[in-house]
């Protein structure tokens, strides 16, 4: 009887169409909340996040403040369990959230090249390497930024031409400019010569991350500037862990907009079923079980749940893929990125919230008095 439920549906367009409305626009805002919290989680876990060191200097947090010397690297090379060392000075224009942050990380192109998980959409990396202000942007900050290869790109203090666009499968590294270290540390009012913000440690593969890490403090320890080591997701959801509490408070407003959707499609399930009592009692009589009266009214607001959930999802994931949208603090930023299990993940609770709202008016339709039902007007 789907042809039934969608005559149903479309009878009162009006009171449809505001509801399949009102569903997407919580959807929308639902799975905008859901992909900052995907963001979050990427940033802050996997291999990557798990088997990669920061040392970074103790007791401070904004990138300007933590100033190591460049050679703590040769000391960090010895120590057993470290595959590579890369030191690394962090410039940004804000170190306070921000959602059009500017990130500037200076080292080594070679180093770049063969550790970072990107790769060139245009440019090269000849140019790169052999130009001292060349800068390669991620397509997330080029996109917002509206730059280009061969554009001069100048911000506070720094101004870079830009050698090339990259993508990466981490999506917060297509929100950073990478430079030479020699350039950032030279660049007229940073005074960085011969220091770095941080030394990045790629570790081996039998290497225990904490062991490595006490370490290397330890070693550092009768140097001149004391640090701490953490793996890098945990430095990171340090960085961040102002956004953390935040993002933790916007997923009380996910919820809430799933509960908007019940409210709202339980709402216009009930004003139905009262509109149409004495339809489903005839229904009844010409030999409708009751179970399937449950069915056609649980089919019915699944149907509105469905189409304002689906519409909502795909306007949330298209805003997604065209903004390229960012928030970051301090230095480190998530990325907000569409994906499945973001589109999965709002079907599947547009699906479920449906069943749910229309429980109450199914069992309203399907337990109806049926001689009480027809005598009325």
């Given at each position: 009887m789907i042809?039934?439920?969608?005559?149903?549906?479309w009878r009162h367009r009006t009171r449809t169409l505001l509801t399949v409305t009102g569903a997407a626009v919580a959807m929308f805002v639902f799975c905008l909340v859901g992909s900052v919290q995907e963001g979050l989680n990427r940033l802050t876990t996997g291999n990557d996040a798990d088997r990669t060191l920061i040392v970074f200097q103790e007791n401070r947090f904004c990138p300007t403040t933590s100033r190591l010397p460049e050679d703590y690297s040769h000391k960090i090379k010895?120590?057993?369990?470290?595959?590579?060392?890369?030191?690394?000075?962090?410039w940004t224009n804000n170190c306070r959230a921000s959602l059009d942050i500017v990130v500037f990380n200076g080292a080594s192109p070679a180093q770049i090249q063969k550790s970072r998980p990107i790769e060139l959409t245009s440019g090269?990396?000849?140019q790169f390497a052999s130009q001292r202000d060349a800068a390669i942007v991620g397509r997330n900050i080029a996109n917002r930024r509206g730059l280009k290869i061969g554009d001069q790109f100048t911000i506070g203090e720094i101004s870079v031409k830009i050698a090339?666009?990259?993508k990466s499968k981490v999506p917060s590294e297509e929100n950073l400019i990478y430079t030479s270290l020699a350039f950032l540390q030279f660049t007229r009012g940073l005074d960085a010569?011969?220091?770095?913000?941080?030394?990045?440690?790629?570790?081996?593969a039998d290497a225990d991350p904490d062991r490595v890490a006490t370490e290397i403090d330890a070693a550092l320890r009768a140097g001149a500037v004391a640090t701490k080591t953490r793996r890098k997701g945990a430095f990171q959801a340090s960085t961040l862990s102002d956004l953390v509490d935040l993002i933790g408070f916007a997923h009380w407003l996910g919820f809430a907009c799933v509960g908007l959707v019940l409210s709202l499609v339980a709402t216009t399930t009930v004003m139905s079923v009262e509109d149409r009592i004495k339809e489903y009692a005839v229904l009844q009589v010409i030999?409708?079980?009751?179970?399937?009266?449950?069915?056609?009214v649980l089919a019915e607001s699944t149907t509105l749940c469905l189409i304002g959930g689906a519409v909502g999802t795909a306007m949330a994931l298209a805003a997604l893929s065209l903004g390229g949208f960012a928030i970051g603090a301090e230095g480190a930023t998530i990325a907000f990125r569409p994906s499945l299990a973001l589109a999965g993940?709002?079907?599947i609770v547009s699906l479920v919230v449906g069943i749910v709202a229309g429980t109450a008016p199914a069992i309203q339709a399907a337990t109806v008095p049926i001689v009480d039902a027809l005598r009325r007007t």
């Open positions: 042809g039934y439920v969608l005559k149903t549906v010895d120590i057993p369990g470290v595959r590579d060392v890369m030191p690394i000075q962090v090269s990396w000849q090339g666009v990259f010569a011969g220091l770095v913000t941080q030394h990045e440690v790629l570790l081996t030999g409708v079980r009751p179970m399937r009266a449950m069915r056609l993940y709002g079907l």
